[in-house]
């Protein structure tokens, strides 16, 4: 099994809509991130947890918001999807253990098209 | 200017070939650098750490230039395998784990 899920692997929605992606860990680690991906501009940072009670914004937290519901869980909420929201969502997690450069291991990602 | 530049390619070499990427970075008191790789439609996974000294693993040799603020990375005896997008990252130097991604390095390896 993978240590990183992401539901749904695909979804497109209309304009207005909510819609809530979700992410799961088995690795107990502490740190989980949300990156969209868009073509020509790699990766960027909506937001970053380094656990259930401490909650960053990243780069482009616009538009979206967060819950940490468990050190496992991670999910990544658009209130109101707009077309410029289409991206391919990434979910990723880190632990940082002393001595050791962070690693991010990442779920496979979520295509979400917004019409 | 972008704190991760990358040319995106596409690098189209023969399989065999030895072929290199430069990625360069703005912000000079970052800490720690990394090459991931990512497949088609795939997630990203870390390829290999960039150290100051610079790292070797197999076929792939990874070099930091702290002076003129560039890392590298070279493929030798390229496989038709390593065909995917490679992505120069580094962490910030904030300790808050933070990744900052290049858009990445398009390498198709030809038959």
């Known amino acids: 099994d993978a240590d990183v899920t992401q539901t749904p692997r695909n979804r497109i929605t209309k304009t207005g809509k909510r819609i809530m992606l979700e992410c799961s860990q088995t690795k107990g680690h502490d740190r989980m991130y949300w990156y969209r991906q868009d073509p020509g501009l790699g990766l960027r940072l909506i937001y970053y947890s380094f656990d259930v009670k401490d909650i960053n914004k990243g780069e482009i937290s616009d538009g979206y918001s967060v819950s940490r519901q468990a050190q496992a869980k991670f999910s990544l909420s658009l209130e109101s999807a707009i077309p410029n929201q289409t991206a391919l969502y990434f979910c990723?997690?880190?632990?940082?253990?002393?001595?050791?450069?962070?690693?991010?291991?990442f779920g496979p990602g979520t295509r979400l098209t917004v019409l | 200017r972008k704190e991760v530049e990358q040319d995106p390619g596409p690098f189209n070499v023969p399989e065999g070939a030895t072929v290199a990427f430069n990625c360069t970075y703005s912000n000079s008191a970052s800490q720690s650098f990394f090459w991931y790789r990512q497949d088609c439609r795939k997630e990203p996974k870390l390829l290999m750490s960039v150290y100051s000294s610079g790292n070797e693993d197999g076929r792939f040799t990874a070099q930091l230039n702290r002076a003129s603020q560039y890392i590298s990375l070279l493929i030798r005896d390229s496989k038709l395998s390593d065909s995917a997008t490679y992505l120069c990252?580094?962490?910030?130097?904030?300790?808050?784990?933070?990744?900052?991604f290049g858009q990445g390095t398009t390498l198709q390896v030809k038959p």
């Open positions: 990252v580094e962490r910030g130097s904030s300790n808050t784990g933070k990744l900052i």
């Open positions: 990723a997690t880190s632990d940082r253990l002393a001595g050791i450069e962070d690693t991010q291991y």
